[in-house]
Nanobody
Framework: VQLQASGGGLVQTGDSLRLSCTSS????????MNWFRQAPGKEREFVAA???????LYADSVKGRFTISRDNAKLMVYLQMNSLKPEDTAVYYC??????????????????WGKGTLVTVSS
């Protein structure tokens, strides 16, 4: 199984950015797809999740600004990030969890991880 996040970069406060995560080697529609992030010196934290049926869950810190979506045909998950703030600066990771196991915001509950992509928001 391989997951690969991309789309990060350097942006200014208030800008938008769209992250993508490609997947291979798993039956994508059987997995809940998740985004986590890790800022320098901080623990990895949950950002958003998308169940196979399309329902979504967000961390309070990004609710109303970030949107997770998935394309089961293309085996991809996206994170549209709007109104970015300096505190959104982090390495962003996509992760997969068996959908039948339900919701989880814990990194230890994820089954597969991709390499991250760095998002830097300047003030």
């Amino acid at each position: 199984v391989q997951l690969q996040a991309s789309g990060g970069g350097l942006v200014q406060t208030g800008d938008s950015l769209r992250l993508s995560c490609t997947s291979s080697g798993l039956t994508f529609s059987n997995y809940a797809m998740n985004w986590f992030r890790q800022a320098p010196g901080k623990e990895r934290e949950f950002v958003a999740a998308s169940r196979s049926g399309g329902s979504t869950l967000y961390a309070d810190s990004v609710k109303g600004r970030f949107t997770i979506s998935r394309d089961n045909a293309k085996l991809m998950v996206y994170l549209q990030m709007n109104s970015l703030k300096p505190e959104d600066t982090a390495v962003y990771y996509c992760a997969a969890r068996r959908d039948y196991r339900g919701w989880s915001t814990l990194s230890n509950d994820m089954l597969y991880w991709g390499k991250g992509t760095l998002v830097t928001v300047s003030s």
